[in-house]
């Protein structure tokens, strides 16, 4: 691994070496310009400060991890229509569709099957990860609209030490947008490719006694493809293509109202997506396979100053997710489903001590109240599998930011939960933070966190039929070593570089057990991962700004010593973006480069470039704006490995297409 050693050095030649800043007042302030139109244009604006990395805002130099944040701004004006196509962009993240779900991958780990439950999904700072399958939905799945949101917060490496389980790889933190952002109402309507649809709307404001409302609802369908399948070529299965089978709906509603001390916030989505795949062994070109998603929840926080360095939070919240799958086989329907609802309970405390120390301690409780799951036939009625439970967790967890001097802090944070089926697991994280300049940050980090076994792992036991529980799963767990550095040239770019390495052991796996050729997750398989991150962003040139990164990364499993299916080595992307005719146009052009992934079947699935260009009028604060989305703008063929309940090896993605978007806010 002489690579990552030598780029371990170098970085931290260049952060000793690195030049003078232009003072940190001037670091913090944002770099303005004048257009040819005589207008002044935002050129480089400060990051916001992140929230996620410590459940207190802080700078994202002082973060104890590695962060990236996507503005509502980036959002727009690269045409981004799901939480996946985001992350996607961001240095170190790769993404799987498999036509039903979309999927997140980390720094080269993210195994074909896996329903994203070693990511963190936040909205707002509540956990959005249901409590059946643990899925992080960043699909068309997901519970709110990208335009509802304000940022995004990518928070990298174990996470475990404040939230507990499934902040394993990293954790997403959605900032949805706030009544003052919006001031009014704004309805866009969009139109697109393969017969697709959307209608959106929102509302946004603050009354002069402070009481500040957002709400956003919108609905969507997509006709879908016709999909052609090598695999199915045959008169029996209508020549391998699957027609009409791949339409997707959904309707998705979300509000949050703030009065004093009080934030109220909920949300409900419900998707309907047909599957062409004929995954699970399922009829070819039926297209009553389908699964049906709803999410909902409701947030209460109370936030309150206590005397002049202490805050208390309390927050108290009800979820629910429902899942219901139909699977045709031989003419008939199999029902399949998983239905959840919990309770949550969280008080934190966060003090200032001596003006060096603040600290942040907590305890969270969760009460599943439901978590059944099933699988029947319609006809003839048989029933597989009715498995109902009641489950509970609980956990207490202290940080502590000591800044030891002006240009040093350490953090240290550490969280116990203790579970009913597997007992308890502490995991700490630690963060020493240097100022080497008054432009450079050093990061060193350590964290080690888990991933409890999620219900559908435990007991999903169809009688024989095709999978069998176990009930003996213990956590899985992660240890991981990072060293990052920051640095902003000139208050016009920033620098970031990354080099990490981690280890999993007792990891999780789907597995045929010879026995009886069922399939059954066991503590099998240790992972063992390195890898590089680059990033610079900013403003390039006089009118030219965006985000350019590089990833070099390899996960092995030291079981069998094979490089993990579904892990490119390399990442390269460029998020490029310039204003024309006066600066009421802005033409955003984005490049991803993946290399070659494993697929299940020990081939390869084929290293891809994709382009997408946006096209965005601006400067239109009252009236309609535009925009003109093309992806896949030079019609890349390419694909996504399957998993192991899909014929295909490697599933093909989409092509070129194309989406409109109007809005008109007033």
Same mark, same amino acid.
């Given at each position: 691994m002489s690579h990552y050693k030598s780029v371990l050095a170098a970085v931290l030649g260049l952060a000793l070496g690195a030049p003078p800043s232009l003072g940190a007042d001037q670091t913090q302030a944002a770099s303005v310009r004048k257009t040819a139109g005589g207008e002044e244009m935002i050129l480089f604006e400060d990051l916001p400060s992140i929230f996620g990395a410590s459940k207190y805002e802080q700078k994202p130099s002082e973060a104890p991890a590695s962060v990236s944040i996507i503005t509502s701004e980036e959002i727009q004006k690269y045409g981004y229509r799901t939480l996946s196509e985001i992350l996607r962009s961001v240095r170190g993240f790769f993404a799987t569709y498999d036509r039903n779900y979309s999927y997140t991958g980390v720094r080269g780990f993210d195994r074909p099957g896996d329903y994203d439950t070693r990511v963190l999904l936040l909205?707002?700072?509540?956990?959005?990860?249901?409590?059946?399958?643990?899925?992080?939905?960043?699909?068309?799945?997901?519970?709110?609209?990208?335009?509802?949101?304000?940022?995004?917060?990518?928070?990298?490496?174990?996470?475990?030490?404040?939230?507990?389980?499934?902040?394993?790889?990293?954790?997403?933190?959605?900032?949805?947008?706030?009544?003052?952002?919006?001031?009014?109402?704004?309805?866009?309507?969009?139109?697109?490719?393969?017969?697709?649809?959307?209608?959106?709307?929102?509302?946004?404001?603050?009354?002069?006694?402070?009481?500040?409302?957002?709400?956003?609802?919108?609905?969507?369908?997509?006709?879908?493809?016709?999909?052609?399948?090598?695999?199915?070529?045959?008169?029996?299965?209508?020549?391998?293509?699957?027609?009409? !089978?791949?339409? /997707?709906? +959904?309707?998705?509603?979300?509000?949050?109202?703030?009065? %004093?001390? *009080?934030?109220?916030?909920? @949300? $409900?989505?419900?998707?309907?997506?047909?599957?062409?795949?004929?995954?699970?062994?399922?009829?070819?070109?039926?297209?009553?396979?389908?699964?049906?998603?709803?999410?909902?929840?409701?947030?209460?926080?109370?936030?309150?100053?206590?005397?002049?360095?202490?805050?208390?939070?309390?927050? !108290?919240?009800? /979820?629910? +997710?429902?899942y219901k799958g139909n699977y045709p086989y031989? %003419?008939? *329907?199999?029902?399949?489903? @998983? $239905?959840?609802?919990?309770?949550?309970?969280?008080?934190?405390?966060?003090?200032?001590?001596?003006?060096?120390?603040?600290?942040?301690?907590?305890?969270?409780?969760?009460?599943?109240?439901?978590?059944?799951?099933?699988?029947?036939?319609?006809?003839?009625?048989?029933?597989?599998?009715?498995?109902?439970?009641?489950?509970?967790?609980?956990?207490?967890?202290?940080?502590?930011?000591?800044? *030891?001097?002006?240009?040093?802090?350490?953090?240290?944070?550490?969280?116990?939960?203790?579970?009913?089926?597997?007992?308890?697991t502490t995991n700490p994280r630690l963060a020493v933070i240097c100022s080497v300049r008054e432009a450079t940050t050093m990061k060193f980090l350590y964290g080690r966190a888990f991933r409890a076994p999620n219900d559908y792992e435990l007991y999903y036991d169809d009688g024989g039929f095709s999978q069998k529980a176990n009930p003996g799963l213990r956590p899985e767990t992660i240890n991981t070593y990072e060293a990052v550095l920051e640095h902003t040239f000139h208050n016009r770019m920033r620098g970031a570089a990354s080099v990490y390495r981690y280890g999993i052991d007792n990891l999780i796996t789907a597995m045929i057990d010879p026995s009886d050729l069922l399939e059954v997750f066991r503590n099998v398989d240790r992972v063992k991962a390195e890898g590089v991150e680059l990033e610079v962003e900013g403003s390039f040139a006089r009118f030219l700004e965006g985000r350019l990164s590089y990833a070099l990364q390899k996960s092995e499993d030291l079981t069998t010593g094979s490089i993990l299916t579904n892990s490119p080595r390399h990442l390269a992307k460029a998020n490029l973006s310039v204003p024309f005719k006066h600066d009421r146009l802005l033409a955003s052009l984005e490049a991803q480069y993946t290399s070659a992934r494993e697929t299940l079947a020990?081939?390869?699935?084929?290293?891809?470039?994709?382009?997408?260009?946006?096209?965005?009028?601006?400067?239109?604060?009252?009236?309609?704006?535009?925009?003109?989305?093309?992806?896949?703008?030079?019609?890349?063929?390419?694909?996504?490995?399957?998993?192991?309940?899909h014929v295909q090896d490697v599933i093909p993605q989409d092509g070129r297409s194309v989406r409109v978007q109007i809005r008109y806010e007033f």
């Open positions: 909205l707002d700072g509540h956990r959005i990860n249901d409590n059946i399958y643990d899925q992080a939905s960043v699909g068309t799945e997901t519970i709110i609209e990208v335009d509802a949101i304000e940022r995004i917060e990518i928070i990298r490496g174990p996470s475990s030490s404040l939230y507990g389980t499934n902040a394993f790889l990293a954790v997403i933190n959605v900032i949805s947008k706030s009544g003052r952002s919006l001031k009014g109402t704004e309805i866009a309507a969009t139109g697109g490719s393969f017969s697709t649809g959307e209608l959106r709307m929102s509302y946004g404001g603050r009354t002069d006694s402070g009481v500040e409302t957002f709400i956003s609802g919108s609905y969507a369908d997509s006709g879908g493809q016709n999909l052609f399948y090598p695999e199915f070529n045959s008169p029996a299965t209508n020549n391998g293509w699957a027609r009409g !089978a791949d339409g /997707d709906r +959904y309707a998705r509603l979300f509000g949050k109202m703030s009065v %004093g001390n *009080v934030r109220v916030e909920g @949300g $409900y989505s419900s998707r309907d997506k047909k599957i062409p795949t004929a995954s699970f062994g399922t009829d070819f070109n039926d297209s009553r396979e389908k699964t049906l998603d709803e999410r909902g929840f409701l947030d209460l926080r109370y936030d309150r100053e206590i005397g002049l360095k202490s805050r208390f939070v309390g927050t !108290a919240s009800y /979820d629910g +997710y429902w031989s %003419g008939a *329907v199999s029902k399949d489903y @998983g $239905y959840g609802q919990w309770w949550t309970v969280e008080a934190q405390t966060i003090t200032t001590l001596a003006d060096r120390h603040k600290v942040i301690g907590g305890v969270e409780a969760r009460y599943n109240a439901q978590q059944d799951q099933g699988y029947y036939d319609t006809n003839p009625s048989f029933v597989y599998l009715d498995d109902r439970r009641q489950t509970s967790f609980w956990g207490a967890y202290v940080q502590d930011e000591y800044r *030891v001097r002006d240009n040093l802090i350490l953090n240290f944070g550490v969280r116990h939960d203790n579970y009913e089926t597997f007992g308890g020990g081939d390869s699935a084929g290293g891809f470039s994709v382009v997408n260009l946006t096209l965005l009028s601006r400067n239109w604060k009252s009236g309609p704006g535009v925009s003109l989305s093309v992806f896949n703008l030079f019609d890349k063929r390419y694909g996504d490995p399957g998993g192991t309940e």
